[in-house]
């Protein structure tokens, strides 16, 4: 079972970076493919970015391609989120998740709390 908790969240002007982590105490971190996805004010669960158990395959929505990178790393329990070149559309609460690699989130059993990431213009 995945125990995620996400960290890295902040405040940062456009164009700056950010990087979020999510960590796992469970013990089947590897068995999962990860994603990460947001939620702005009144709106719906966003899918961000995925990556396979293996961490050979990512998947990016249209919207942060070129600018985000996911990666993990299966011996600390560990994903990621480099987030560069941010725009003030990219603010939300940021959810790490684990599950099958799909961009729905109903493909995913596990949540993290979420991290607020803002960015201002």
């Known amino acids: 079972q995945a125990q995620l908790v996400e960290s890295g969240g902040g405040l940062v002007q ?8 999510c960590a796992d105490s469970g013990r089947t971190f590897s068995s999962y493919a990860m994603a990460w996805f947001r939620q702005g004010p009144g709106e719906e669960r966003e899918f ?7 961490g050979g395959s990512t998947i990016y929505a249209d919207s ?5 990178t996911i990666s993990r790393d299966n ?3 560990t994903v990621a989120l480099q987030m560069n070149s941010l725009k003030p559309e990219d603010t939300a609460v940021y959810y790490c998740a684990a599950g099958v690699q799909v961009s729905h989130p109903r493909g995913y059993t596990y949540w993290g709390q979420g991290t607020q990431v803002t960015v201002s213009s």
């Open 64 to 68: 942060v391609k070129g600018r985000f």
């Open 48 to 54: 961000v970015a995925s990556i396979s158990w293996t």
């Open 14 to 21: 456009a164009g700056g970076s950010l990087r979020l982590s």
């Open 75 to 77: 011996a600390k329990n």
